[in-house]
């Protein structure tokens, strides 16, 4: 894999992963009304768009917008029925697995 694309590839996870943080974040900030979720959850979708605007430079929006909110999304209905305790069903689980699935797809087929 060429340095481009691996590069490519580390900042879009980059991004994903704080956008991760700021959603969790902000779950814990209690509407903003508490101090430091509430700084993390901004710095988090700081550092999230700036990743991804350089994710950008040699991805297809189409496919990196995808990606990156398909994998926040799965991750964060994951992080909910895990540790938040939201309840977990069948519809829940199926439509995590869907968006996975579909990730997937993108990826393969339009990444490069």
């Not at 979720?37 to 700081?46: E, F, N, R």
């Not at 550092?47 to 929006?61: D, G, I, N």
Request: hydrophobic residues 55%; glycine residues 10%; aromatic residues 8%.
């Amino acid at each position: 894999m060429c340095t481009l694309v691996r590069m490519m590839y580390v900042t879009l996870s980059g991004a994903i992963l704080a956008e991760i943080l700021a959603t969790t974040s902000m779950k814990y900030s209690d509407g903003f009304t508490k101090l430091w979720p509430s700084l993390i959850t901004a710095v988090g979708y700081l550092v999230a768009f700036v990743l991804l605007a350089q994710t950008l430079k040699t991805m297809s929006v189409g496919t990196a917008y995808a990606i990156w909110s398909g994998a926040g999304t799965a991750v964060i209905a994951l992080i909910g029925m895990v540790f938040v305790g939201e309840s977990v069903t069948a519809a829940k689980v199926l439509g995590v697995l869907l968006v996975i699935s579909g990730v997937v797809v993108l990826n393969m087929g339009g990444a490069h």
